[in-house]
């Protein structure tokens, strides 16, 4: 005779299994999934792990998109990579991460989008866009470089 913890479980994994009929075949969603299947975890085990309620993540899962710092938490969670998760959320444009791009790069793109944007805001971010963009450093300026920016700030702090 079963107990009740097992008859409880058995209920659970059938609705679970009719919940996740409902998660959407997108890219996020199918990269969370397989981590969840390759775990053996539920939503419930990814909502603890992140502080979060089931009902949040299910939500995610049939296809609203969770913010930065949700994917962030995510990523942590399942050992996956953050900054191609946001990519598949749509928070980092698509083919802006590859080998070569500098994570800097695409942290300051989430950044943008979290910003409320309005025409003064706008007009301020394309003017410094602009002057950089006219205003390239020289090629041989000890802040261009990433190892002679360290030795730089070290002679400055000093």
Known sequence: MPNKSEGYRRKYTQR??????????????NAIRDELIRRQWSISD???KIDSQPSLVSRWMQGQRPNTESIAMIGNALSLDILKLL???????VGLLNAEDDEDVAAMIVTLR???WDTSRRKMLRTLLD???DNEPETNSPHNRPADRESAEEEQAA
């Open 16 to 29: 679970r299994a009719g919940n996740m009929e409902m998660w959407v075949d997108a890219p996020l969603q």
């Open 46 to 48: 990814l909502a603890r």
């Open 131 to 133: 002057w950089m963009r």
């Open 87 to 93: 990519e598949l959320a749509g928070h980092i444009p």
């Open 114 to 116: 979290e910003i409320t």
